[in-house]
T-cell receptor
Framework: SQKIEQNSEALNIQEGKTATLTCNYT??????LQWYRQDPGRGPVFLLL?????KEKRKERLKVTFDTTLKQSLFHITASQPADSATYLC???????????FGTGTKLQVIP | DSGVTQTPKHLITATGQRVTLRCSPR?????VYWYQQSLDQGLQFLIQ???????AKGNILERFSAQQFPDLHSELNLSSLELGDSALYFC??????????????FGPGTRLTVL
């Protein structure tokens, strides 16, 4: 069956360092992959989208890579700040009618 | 603020009851999605509507139903509630729901507690 795996353990990182979060998937051929940020008790907020034919996408301090051979996406936050502390979700869709599947998320804690 | 509104914010009810959750999409968005998020399950896609018609179905129980009205607002009906239905229910909207990569904008959620 289709599976999306994100590191369920929290990631603690020192302010100013680069945080790297991983999203692995199996039995899936996604047309695109998205990353969302979710704060406690609030709805997810869209951050970045990368398509299957793109290797890398950047937006300000954020960078996403997508390796369809490894079936993996990496999400980087450079120069991390305490305000970046949140849970980050990856989401995949095969395309078409937007049937999106979310990972369980990785909680990031940036320590001042 | 995403522009998606959900009511009520909190709902406490008893097992066996029925509740209705309401969602208004962003202005101009035609597609509405419903998700359930519980602590041990993550964000689970329930159902999607596009311009009033059901477009995609996920892990939605038969006790649950939804619809999208002509004004594009949507309601999620949960009946014969069980303790395990306690969760955060999110609504999201997008412009079309058919274009690859259409961004979903999430509402603030309704926290349902079944006692």
């Amino acid at each position: 069956s289709q599976k999306i795996e994100q590191n369920s353990e929290a990631l603690n990182i020192q302010e100013g360092k680069t945080a790297t979060l991983t999203c692995n998937y199996t039995n899936y051929s996604p047309a695109y992959l998205q990353w969302y940020r979710q704060d406690p008790g609030r709805g997810p907020v869209f951050l970045l989208l990368i398509r299957e034919n793109e290797k890398e996408k950047r937006k300000e301090r954020l960078k996403v890579t997508f390796d369809t051979t490894l079936k993996q996406s990496l999400f980087h936050i450079t120069a991390s700040q305490p305000a970046d502390s949140a849970t980050y979700l990856c989401a995949l869709a095969a395309g078409g009618y937007q049937k999106v599947t979310f990972g369980t998320g990785t909680k990031l804690q940036v320590i001042p | 603020d995403s522009g998606v509104t959900q009511t009520p914010k909190h709902l406490i009810t008893a097992t066996g009851q029925r509740v209705t959750l309401r969602c208004s999409p962003r202005s101009g968005d035609l597609s509405v999605y419903w998700y359930q998020q519980s602590l041990d399950q993550g964000l689970q896609f329930l159902i999607q509507y596009y311009n009033g018609e059901e477009r995609a179905k996920g892990n939605i129980l038969e006790r649950f139903s939804a619809q999208q009205f002509p004004d594009l607002h949507s309601e999620l009906n949960l009946s014969s509630l069980e303790l395990g239905d306690s969760a955060l229910y999110f609504c999201a909207s997008s412009v079309t729901g058919t274009h690859v990569g259409d961004t979903q904008y999430f509402g603030p959620g309704t926290r349902l507690t079944v006692l």
